[in-house]
């Protein structure tokens, strides 16, 4: 598609709306203008593949994500999402929709559409994860009064930070919402009101229901705290989002339909009952069972204790699975405690995951298909012209990056190349390790034991003595220069190296000397008859001579 026309990219909407449902039928795509004047105009759109309908009816958990991101092309605007998540703890896009703004009313409109869409019948069965946009909670409310909504941690405690920094308040926080179970969680909020009674006030006005897992409904499996699943699909849409609208919306189209094929192909090669993340976060649960003690009370109950006298007892049922820690009721995947108990009967942990986590579930959500569309040129043609939404141009460049907030933390380091030992990671990821202390994040010129040293040397001699030696080696340097004669010749004077401002000085005199009689004795010269020695060389080469010796005698 041709990237440059605008204008008539939003005149093709209505024959690219009919396209994609005659290529997926049972898709839900809507395209809302109005008139201003006499000119219809672009105001929203909402696509929905019946493929992403059926994969998360029957194989996601009842958790979605919503989100929106900023459009950069010619005409902005705002592109909000829905997202689910897998059986292998990834993100499954759902719908999407641009609009012209975030506000209570736009996303009013693009819930009532994903109610229809995935046939939300009982409120208390859901559970949606958001941010901090704006109007979202207002039509959830309204929409989905019995359903369970949940904040995203990181987004509250930036708004906290602002108000209330500090590396122990932080740590409380984080612990509060990680905390299973409502006694543990009480714990953590009273030291935070010993700590800091402003800090503990600002949380009295939030629900524990929307920020704490010992709150959270343990129907949806899901106990995940960050709504990092439309992050990663607004991330994934990035190249796309500062296109025309109807190139932008194929490539987002196209990214879905290779995804899911590409999952589907993955999915085969499995070899565990459960997903490669579900699998990695069972392994690291299990290193810590080591710490634990499983003693059987029926057959399928067991009372797990801790280290020590005084270590923690929890009381778990594998046939109903359950613990009382809760952290297998929210997340559906074995706690530390009952992967004690069920290694004490000789099980594996996989087995008893939820239904959610299964591969079964996983197939069937990526089983349905997004189905290829017609070339532009064979779409059906529909007279249905549509101008894009008034823009005023706004000064300066546009802005592509997103506002970092305070303190957020960089990229991950990126992980070591096995293969390859000829490249290095960049010097701002790795630590140094010091030759004389043994310890990281320093050298050995920086160590605080060579600084002692140098520290204790530079006490020790003292300024004096350190004056003193450098008088000592100019006085070797004098005593070890050749002498040079005080002859009026001083013939080899000027091949000597002057190395201090005093010797130049005297050679600057000598020179001044030399140059008086040479003046004076020239001028005699001229009115004495001429001898012998002036006028044979030899002579006079064998009487300077014997002046030089004679001088050294």
Request: net charge positive; aromatic share 8%; glycine share 8%.
């Amino acid at each position: 598609m041709n990237e440059g026309y605008y204008v008539e990219q939003y005149n093709k909407l209505a024959s690219y709306k009919k396209e994609l449902l005659r290529s997926n039928p049972g898709s839900t795509v809507e395209i809302k203008t109005e008139m201003v004047g006499e000119v219809r105009r672009f105001h929203r759109m909402y696509v929905c593949f019946a493929a992403c309908k059926k994969g998360w009816i029957e194989g996601c958990r009842p958790l979605i994500g919503l989100d929106g991101c900023h459009i950069k092309g010619q005409h902005p605007g705002q592109l909000l999402c829905a997202v689910g998540i897998d059986a292998n703890n990834g993100m499954f896009p759902i719908a999407y929709a641009i609009a012209e703004v975030e506000n209570t009313d736009t996303w009013r409109w693009f819930l009532k559409y994903l109610m229809w869409d995935l046939q939300m019948e009982r409120d208390s069965s859901y559970t949606f994860l958001t941010g901090k946009q704006k109007g979202l909670g207002i039509a959830i409310a309204e929409l989905f009064p019995g359903t369970e909504h949940r904040h995203c941690v990181r987004h509250m405690y930036n708004n906290f930070k602002a108000k209330h920094p500090g590396e122990g308040l932080k740590q409380l926080v984080w612990d509060a919402a990680r905390s299973s179970t409502r006694v543990w969680f009480n714990k953590h909020m009273d030291e935070l009101q010993q700590l800091y009674q402003e800090a503990w006030q600002w949380f009295q006005d939030k629900h524990p229901e929307q920020w704490s897992r010992a709150y959270f409904r343990d129907t949806s499996k899901c106990d995940i705290l960050l709504n990092n699943l439309c992050e990663s699909f607004n991330a994934a849409i990035l190249p796309a989002r500062d296109k025309p609208i109807l190139t932008m919306l194929e490539k987002i189209r196209m990214d879905l339909m290779v995804r899911m094929t590409n999952i589907r192909v993955a999915a085969q090669k499995w070899t565990d009952m459960v997903g490669p993340r579900i699998k990695k976060i069972l392994d690291k649960v299990a290193e810590r069972t080591s710490c634990y003690r499983a003693y059987h009370s029926g057959e399928h109950e067991f009372q797990i204790t801790g280290g020590g006298e005084n270590g923690s007892k929890q009381a778990v049922d594998l046939r109903l699975h359950t613990c009382t820690c809760r952290r297998w009721q929210l997340s559906g995947m074995p706690c530390v405690h009952a992967i004690c108990a069920i290694r004490s009967k000789g099980s594996e942990p996989t087995v008893f995951c939820d239904d959610y986590l299964m591969p079964s579930s996983y197939m069937e959500a990526y089983n349905p298909i997004i189905h290829p569309i017609a070339g532009e040129d064979d779409w059906e043609q529909v007279e249905y012209p549509i101008a894009p939404p008034p823009y005023k141009k706004q000064a300066g460049r546009p802005k592509m990056k997103r506002t970092k907030e305070p303190g957020e933390n960089k990229l991950p380091p990126p992980a070591p190349n096995q293969t390859d030992n000829t490249k290095k990671m960049p010097r701002i990821y790795t630590k140094m390790t010091c030759q004389v202390c043994f310890k990281k994040g320093h050298n050995r010129l920086g160590c605080p034991i060579t600084k002692a040293k140098k520290a204790a040397a530079a006490q020790q001699a003292g300024e004096g003595s350190s004056n003193g030696a450098q008088q000592t080696r100019k006085r070797q340097r004098r005593q070890q220069a050749p002498k040079v004669p005080t002859s009026n010749g001083n013939s080899g004077l000027r091949d000597q190296i002057i190395k201090s401002r005093r010797g130049w000085k005297k050679l600057k005199t000598m020179e001044g000397n030399q140059r008086a009689n040479g003046g004076a004795s020239s001028s005699q010269a001229m009115h004495e008859p001429p001898t012998q020695s002036s006028q044979n060389p030899a002579a006079k080469k064998a009487q300077q001579k014997g002046q030089t010796e004679s001088e050294w005698a």
